[in-house]
Structure formats: C-alpha cells, structure tokens
C-alpha cells in the first residue's frame, strides 16, 4: 500500500505541473528592497534591482523610518514606510523606475545623492 500511495502522490504532482504549465498561470514574483544603515549612512541594498515585468517589489525599512518616493518623470509614488514596515509596488511597465527618501536623500540639479536607488524593468 506504500507503493501505491506514493504513485498517487506523483501522479497528483505531475497532474498539478502539467495544468500550471497549459494554463500559463505563474508564481507571483516578489522581491525585496531593504532601508539599512551600512555603518555610515542609510543605504537602500541592493542599490538597483533589475526585475521583470509584472514584478512586485517590497520596500522594508529594516534599520530605521524611511519613505520611497519616485523621481523622473515616468512614474509617481510616495509612501511612508516606519521602520519594521514595507510597502510594495508592482511594476508593470518596461523602464527605469528611479526613487529616493526624502529623509536621508536629496534631489538637486537632477542628481540625486544619499539614499538612492533605482527598479529596472526588462
Ligand atoms: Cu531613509
């Protein structure tokens, strides 16, 4: 009875793959930025993130309070995220996505210095 049971459970798992793969349906993609001190300053790790479309990233503020908040002119976000808290965006759209906080980044003259970091779409 352990033989068969176990056939069951491939048979189930080869059945499963085989009606993801004809329905297309894939795994949500979710990945992570994270609002750390480097020992100097807070930094945004990793600095850039190249995703694929459909992508969600999640923001966290894991050292500290910190904001994203989108700079250039292809997309507009602005969130809050107190520190032990994320949020997140999913990214849709091919492009470029730059973005900084506004606690400890600046924008001047179009260059951004401090907490930086950018989502490249592809
Ligand atoms: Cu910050």
Request: proline residues 2%; charged residues 15%; positive net charge.
């Amino acid at each position: 009875m352990v033989g068969r049971r176990h056939r069951s459970i491939v048979v189930l798992a080869i059945t499963l793959a085989t009606i993801s793969g004809t329905t297309g349906i894939a795994d949500a993609v979710t990945v992570g930025v994270r609002g750390v001190f480097n020992g100097t300053r807070y930094v945004w790790k990793p600095k850039v993130r190249d995703v694929a479309r459909t992508t969600t990233v999640r923001w966290r503020a894991v050292h500290g309070d910190h904001n994203v908040k989108s700079r250039g002119a292809n997309w507009s976000y602005f969130r809050s995220i107190p520190n032990g808290t994320s949020v997140a965006r999913t990214f849709n759209r091919r492009g470029t996505f730059r973005f900084y906080c506004t606690i400890h980044g600046n924008v001047a003259n179009g260059v951004c210095s401090g907490m930086c970091g950018s989502i490249v779409v592809s």
